[in-house]
């Protein structure tokens, strides 16, 4: 009996790797121009989310090396710029949580719930991104 259940345990595991496997190469061929599943639009917008927020943390990151360099040639009285960029950001995170949660509450617990507030979270990314681009620029490169 223990082996008959360690073979299914390990059929099981090895039918999840296939099944898996099989999900990503299908997923590699979706145009995310035109998804035409719920799930083709899930995963484009899982996609997007993900390629947004990737490009969100490289300016983030350009924005606090840049307040970093700034604060070394500062006075004492006035460092304290990067600590401020990670409060903000933490401070974002939450605000765009709240906010995409409210915006997508009335649909919540469904599809079109889960979509709205990708979306949104999406939307307010961009726009952060944007922001902390916008402000590297302003101190100049």
Not at 114 to 137: H, P, Q
Request: aromatic share 8%.
């Amino acid at each position: 009996m223990l082996v008959s259940r360690r073979i299914l345990t390990l059929s099981a595991g090895l039918l999840a790797s296939v099944l898996m496997s099989f999900m990503a190469v299908a997923q590699e061929n979706v145009d995310c121009g035109y998804p035409l599943t719920n799930s083709e639009r899930t995963y484009c917008a899982e996609k997007a989310l993900s390629e947004t927020e990737a490009d969100m943390q490289k300016a983030y990151d350009r924005l606090h090396a840049k307040l970093v360099e700034m604060d070394a040639d500062l006075p004492d009285h006035l460092k304290g710029s990067p600590g401020a960029l990670e409060e903000a950001q933490a401070a974002w995170k939450v605000y765009s949580d709240k906010d995409c949660t409210a915006y997508s509450f009335p649909f919540r617990g469904g599809t079109q719930g889960s979509e709205l507030y990708r979306n949104c979270i999406i939307v307010l990314t961009l726009k952060r991104t944007e922001d902390l681009n916008a402000t590297v620029e302003d101190y100049g490169n």
